[in-house]
Each structure stands twice: as C-alpha cells, then as structure tokens.
C-alpha cells in the first residue's frame, strides 16, 4: 500500500478552513470585510463567546437567491473572475474561502435581500457549502449572517484556543483597527445580546482614534491626508522578469500579447494617485509605554509591515523620552498593481512592491506632522496644560476662573478658531523679546506668547546639524584618554575616529567629531561617546555637551537667532531625548485668566 496517499475532501476543506478561521476575530474580521465590499456604512457585530457565536448585519447591497445559492461553496466570489483580476485587487476580500471555510467549521445561516427586491431569504449550509434550508424571510435591504457552534466539529481544536476575554479583545481589536480604516461607517457592537461599545463614524480616522484611545485629546494628534508620487520603476519590471523565464522556458506563446496587456494596464496604474493618510501622536504630548499603536493600512486593510513601521520609527526616532513609543496610524492608498494580496490566508502580510519609495514617503510625511506650521499648531493644542497652569497660579490670589460651564460669555472659548495671524502657508516668525532666569526665551508670537528652553532648542539645533553633516577633523595636539575597555576602543573606531595605542593603558586620539575640536572638554566628551551605542546616540551626546547651558545669558540678537534656527529644524517639539521644548501661552488663555471678556458693569459687581 502506497504511503503517499490523497487527503479525503473533508480533510481537505477542514485543513483549508482552519487557514482562513482561527478565532472569534477571524469570524468577525471575513463577516465585516464582506459587509464593507458590500458598500454597509452601519455594521451591527453581536459576539457570543459562550456560544461560540457571531453575528453580523449591515445595510449593504444585500444578495438575491441565486447568489445566496452559491456564495458558500469552495472558491465562489463576486470580487474577481480571472487571474488578471489578481493584479487589481480593490476588495477586502477576494479569494471566496470565507464563507465556505465557516461553513465548513460551524453552523451558517445567511438571511439577505436587496434593495430591487420585495421581500428576503433565509438560507441554511451544511459543511460543504450546500443549501439545506431554503425559506423567504421579512428583512430590510441588507445583509445578516450568524455563525454559531463553531469548531464543534472539532473540539479538541476549540479547547486549544485562548479563553474567551482573550476572544474578546481579540475582536475588539479587530473591530478598532477597521473602524480606523473605513472611518465613515457606524458600528454597534453587542457581546450576549447587550450593548457593548460603539464606534461613530467621522470625517478622518483622527475621530475613530479619539474614541479607541480615550486618554488621548483631540490636540494631541495630528493628522495629515497628502499626495505622494508613485514610484519611477512600476510592477512591469518585477513582471517582465517573470515572463522572461517563461520566454526562455517556451511555455507561453502569448508572450509578447501579455506583455502588451501588461504595459498597457501599468500605463492605466501610473496615472493613478497615491495618498497618505497620518494620524500622529504629537512627541511632546502624546506617546505610548510599549509600541502597540502603530498601525499601518495599505487600501483599507491593516497589516503587518515590518518595513513601514521601521519607517516610522525612524522617522520618529530621537524626539520620544527612553522607552516611550509613538501613536500612529498610517494608511497608505496606493494602485492596486502596487500590492500583492496573495501571501498569507488572513491577509495581513503583503508584498509591496518598491518598498524603499514608500519608506522614503512616510518619513517625509511624519516630518511635516512634526514641523511648526499653522496646522500643526492650533490655538487650543495647550489649553489643557495651560488650564492647569492657570489653576495653580489662581490658588493664591483673592479670584477664581468662573467654570466655562456657568459662564455663557467663556463657553466657547475652547471652540475658536485659529488665529488669523496663522493662515499663512508658513508659520511667522518668533520675536525674542526676553529672557527669564538666564534660561527661557520669552518670544512674541502672533498668538500670544512663548516660554522657549533655551539649552534643548540649542540641542535640538545642533543634532540635526551632526546629522545633516558628520565630520571629522584632525585635532591639533592628540588627545590621551587612558583605562578604556576593549569595548571603549571599538566603539570609537566605529565611529571612524583616528585612535591607536600610545603606551600601557593610554591611547592617542587625533581626530574628533567637528564640534569638540576646539573644546577645552574635548577628551571629556569623547570619554562619554566610547561608553557605547550608535552614531546617533553619539551625536546626541556632542550636541547636548555643545549647546548652550542653562544660566548662560543672551543678547537679545542671539535669542532671536537661536529662536529662527530653531523654528527651522524639522522636527521642533522636542529635544533628542524627547523633552518638550517650548511652551505656548495662547491669547484666548491669557484673556479668559484677566477676564478680557467681562462686561464694564460685571466687573464692578452690579
């Protein structure tokens, strides 16, 4: 008897369904992206974990009996029809597996009309896909599909999966991370029956984001929606490499009329726009102990990127505290011909063709977030932190600020618009007109005022300089540093530093990095960037020994210079290690703490 063998039909299916199904999320993630294809704005998710039961109803086009008839069967989709369709995928879903692979692992039941019909049908599956219960069913257009018992038919499978809280953040997580995607649709989810939470729908994923991570605010993020330009080599190249081994193989005598199709239909791609859509957690307000918030999407769906989100945390590299991490949601939306979808069951993995463009694009996309423009720098981005500030200031005077709530005259404070002074492409300059305690800067701003630290404004200036430009010159007299470590040494040769042996335990250094040639702590400095780390770590180090100390006092002439290279730097919030450099005090806080907006007979108690 041979030992190789074919696998009966059901072990097959079985085996292809648990690919596709491996959880609650699963259920929940294939049930709305057919919900979503089928253009739903208002999503209702019901999840039962004790039942192992999901159901799931939209409002979308809905489906006639002829498609209901064979929408669960193996590989039946109304998504693509041919293998070029492959290459142009603009659905969430589009292998038809779904609703076979649940129907294969639990009881599916399937009720569904259309807007063009009079009444619904209820349609019952067996394991194999096929109609057993055929009924007419009252629903309005639209879409309900409830998934019960599922694994029942394969216990052992079920008892291995994660508890049913696990499940449940599962979909809870499922449902956020599309909810970002497709920030137009409202979703009311229930678990047992009974409301659980909802999603309201809003006008860019900043809004879908507020409602998933409550202890952010508003002027917290910033969001960005720009066009980005489609890369200069297309997918017709990595095809055509392709084709040519079939050329060389003479297995395809269309050679030449599917090359004219392909160029063709890359013509048609490039033509097309790419955009970016970034929601930000500003570095000075809003960041994360562990990097759970960086999502990246690719034409409405999340997935996993490592290359795009090593873009990110590049780009946002040096202006978060140790250990703290960004709160980002990219979504990228790019020519379908851009991406291949066909790598992995639950499509979460993808090949993206041209990778490096699209690093190079978010990089210069997260840059402008984090540059002061009159976007990114509302009236009201402080009016939490200055509130505070008001508070404490008021505890010793005689006065209280009147709550917002029970004064008419203040209540909309917070909802004013920008300033006009702001609605320039770029934003006006800063005017030194002080210095406190030889440290802050206070600046004019068409806003109001500005409190600048004037030692990591400097830092922030210098490390974007050594990065910009790292160079090494020849010192005039060597420097001796003694006892370092065979580590020390390594280091600094990394760093491309001239260092050799100069007698026991003393080595001679005769260049160093531009900055501390002339610096009379020179060999002090390049002691403390032999301890370790990366060139980056070390152009902090030089750029926090280097800038200007706190104490030092300033003419006004070099507050002002300081102030405009540091208003120029690309990324200003915060210093390299993530401390927040200026702080804004803004006009509609300054009037609301001197009570500008009293009336004359109010202020004198009448």
């Known amino acids: 008897m041979p030992l190789i063998r074919p696998l009966t039909t059901d072990v097959i299916h079985l085996i292809a369904a648990v690919e596709v199904i491996d959880s609650l999320g699963a259920i929940v993630r294939e049930l709305v992206e057919n919900a979503l294809d089928a253009g739903a704005d208002r999503v209702v998710v019901n999840v039962s974990p004790e039942h192992w039961r999901v159901r799931v109803a939209d409002n979308g086009l809905g489906m006639d009996l002829a498609d209901l008839r064979c929408c669960a069967t193996p590989h039946s989709t109304s998504k693509i029809h041919d293998r070029q369709d492959l290459n142009q995928i603009t659905t969430l879903g589009f292998r038809g597996e779904g609703l076979h692979s649940l129907a294969t692992l639990a009881d599916l039941e399937i009720l569904s009309r259309t807007e063009a019909s009079n009444g619904g049908w209820r349609v019952v599956y ?57 920030p137009h649709v409202t979703w009311q989810i229930q678990k047992e029956n009974q409301p659980w939470f909802t999603i309201s729908p809003g006008q860019s994923p900043k809004e879908i984001l507020l409602q998933v991570l409550h202890q952010v605010q508003p002027s917290d993020l910033q969001y960005l929606q720009l066009e980005v330009p489609l890369p200069n080599q297309n997918v017709v190249s990595d095809q055509v490499n392709y084709l040519d081994q079939d050329w060389e193989s003479g297995l395809d005598q269309g050679f030449n009329q599917g090359f004219n199709q392909l160029s063709n239909q890359d013509l048609e ?95 210069e996309t997260i840059a402008q977030a984090l540059s002061l423009t009159p976007q990114s720098v509302p009236e009201a981005t402080y009016s939490q932190r200055i509130g505070k500030l008001i508070t404490a200031a008021e505890a010793s005077t005689p006065y209280r600020t009147i709550n917002s709530a029970q004064n008419e005259d203040s209540s909309n404070l917070n909802d004013r618009s920008p300033v006009d002074s702001l609605n320039s492409n770029n934003l006006k300059p800063l005017k030194a007109l002080a210095q406190v305690h030889n440290t802050y800067i206070v600046a004019e701003h068409s806003s109001g005022l500005w409190l600048v630290e004037q030692h990591i404004a400097h830092e922030r200036v210098l490390y974007e300089q050594l990065v910009d430009r790292w160079q090494l010159l020849p010192l005039e007299l060597p420097v001796i540093l003694s006892h370092l470590t065979p580590r020390q040494v390594e280091y600094l040769e990394k760093l491309e530093l001239d260092i050799a042996s100069f007698g026991e335990q003393l080595w001679a250094v005769r260049t160093a990095p531009a900055p501390l040639v002339d610096r009379e702590d020179c060999a002090a400095a390049l002691m403390e960037i032999s301890q370790g780390g990366d060139l980056q770590t070390a152009q902090v180090a030089i750029a926090c020994r280097t800038a200007i100390r706190n104490g030092t006092p300033l003419s006004l002439p070099e507050m002002q210079t300081l102030l405009d290279q540091w208003q120029n730097t ?30 004359i007979g109010k202020s004198h108690g009448i």
Not at 128 to 143: F, M, S
Not at 153 to 180: D, G, M, Y
Not at 306 to 333: K, V
Not at 570 to 597: A, D, K, V
Request: net charge positive.
């Open 126 to 182: 067996d394991q194999l896909g096929e109609v057993v219960i055929e009924a007419p069913a009252a629903i309005a257009p639209g879409t309900v599909v409830t998934v019960s018992n599922l694994f029942s038919n394969w216990l052992q499978h079920r008892e291995a999966l994660p508890s049913a809280a696990q499940q449940l953040r599962l979909v809870q997580n499922t449902l956020w991370q599309i909810a970002l995607c497709h």
């Open 570 to 599: 690309r990324q200003p919030r915060t210093c390299p290690h993530g401390r927040p450099i200026y702080l804004p005090l803004e006009e509609t806080n300054l009037s609301r703490f001197f009570r500008r907006h009293w009336v």
């Open 269 to 363: 791609v490039s033509r097309e726009q790419a955009k970016i859509l970034l929601v930000l957690g500003l570095p000075d307000r809003a960041s994360r102990r562990r990097p759970d918030w960086v999502r990246v999407a690719i034409n409405g769906r999340i997935i996993k990127s490592p290359e795009l989100e090593q873009a990110i945390f590049s780009a946002m590299a040096r202006t978060l505290p140790r250990d703290r991490y960004p709160i980002c949601f990219l979504h990228l939306n790019i020519p379908p011909a851009q991406v291949d979808w066909n790598r992995h069951p639950a499509k979460a993995e993808v090949f993206l063709h041209h990778v490096d463009h699209w690093q190079a694009q978010i990089k």
